[in-house]
């Protein structure tokens, strides 16, 4: 019995040797990672990367739609800063003129007006160069300050025939020459025009 037994046990140790040897001969037998996928596999991992590669195109999409709607965003905040500069520069500028003729106005009395407008003639202006006329104040006799020469329009022989004066309030109308007189010395210009006169020209300007 005891023969019996050990030859049982000899027998089953043959089996596992013959086992391990055939496991030891051929490692990937067991190993799930190195044996050929089944359909299925190949398909599931197909779609696993498939839906990698989508979601990183997704990703980089709304990056740059993101990078792109800030760029938007800070472009119109650029382009608003502009404009507000540029609106800002005007008025200063406009302020800065206002302030300008009123400090004009303020240091010269009436009574040196007077005397001006009467030094003052017509044939002086005739003849100014245009470089001395641009920019130059037309005033009234009481020293008021109707506005600027911008333009200027001349005969065939050169002599002024009329020029566009911008008014302090925006407006502008030609005035024609001999409607102004002009004083060399101070270099200024009077108008005979009252301010209603001066206005109709304007809108019918």
Known sequence: ??????ALCGASLAMLSLGATSVLADPAAGDPYTQNPTPQERAQTQQLNTQSSDSAVQATATVQSDN???????????????????????????????????????????????????????????????????????????GYTVGRIREIDRHGDGRVAAVRV????????????????????????????????????ARNS
């Open 1 to 6: 019995m005891k023969l019996k037994s050990l």
């Open 68 to 142: 792109d709607a800030n760029q938007a965003q800070y472009d119109a905040q650029q382009d608003q800063y502009q404009e507000d500069k540029a609106r800002y520069n005007a008025q200063k500028e406009h302020y800065l003129d206002q302030r300008a003729e009123y400090e004009y106005d303020r240091t010269h009395p009436l009574t040196w007006w007077h005397d001006r407008y009467t030094s003052a003639t017509l044939n002086h202006f005739y003849d100014i160069p245009r470089t001395e006329l641009i920019d130059l104040r037309v005033m009234r006799e009481d």
């Open 166 to 201: 911008v008014f302090r309030d925006g407006e502008s109308a030609w005035l024609k020459a001999r409607d102004l007189r002009y004083d060399p010395d101070d270099r200024i210009v009077f108008t005979d025009l009252s301010v209603i006169e001066l206005h109709d020209l």
